[in-house]
Nanobody, 124 residues
Framework: VQLQASGGGLVQAGGSLRLSCAASVRPIRAYSMAWFRQALGKEREFVSAIRGNSGMTYYTDSVKGRFTISRDNAKNAVYLQMNSLKPEDTAVYYC??????????????????WGQGTLVTVSS
């Protein structure tokens, strides 16, 4: 399984970015996909997940109402639309996947494959 994350960059607080994760797994709709992030000096933390097949979405509290995870089955990709960005959103963002849904979807070790990460920097 290969994941390729992209879309990071430098943005001012209040701005928006859209991260993309291209996946080699097919069909992507059958896989659970997630975004995690890791700020400098901190542990990797869960951001959002989209469940395979049902498409149900999950978010950590700090991004609810600002971030949206979505999936494009035709393009075999998952996206993270990030609006109203804050300096505390600064981190390397990683996409991850597993085939079956795990009840502990917010735990990084429950995902089998990871992308290389894309850096998001939000200036104040």
């Amino acid at each position: 399984v290969q994941l390729q994350a992209s879309g990071g960059g430098l943005v001012q607080a209040g701005g928006s970015l859209r991260l993309s994760c291209a996946a080699s797994v097919r069909p992507i709709r059958a896989y659970s996909m997630a975004w995690f992030r890791q700020a400098l000096g901190k542990e990797r933390e869960f951001v959002s997940a989209i469940r395979g097949n049902s498409g149900m979405t999950y978010y950590t509290d700090s991004v609810k109402g600002r971030f949206t995870i979505s999936r494009d089955n035709a393009k075999n990709a998952v996206y993270l639309q990030m609006n109203s960005l804050k300096p505390e959103d600064t981190a390397v963002y990683y996409c991850a996947t597993r085939q079956s849904w795990h009840v502990n979807y917010a735990v990084a070790t429950n995902y089998i494959s990871w992308g290389q990460g894309t850096l998001v920097t939000v200036s104040s």
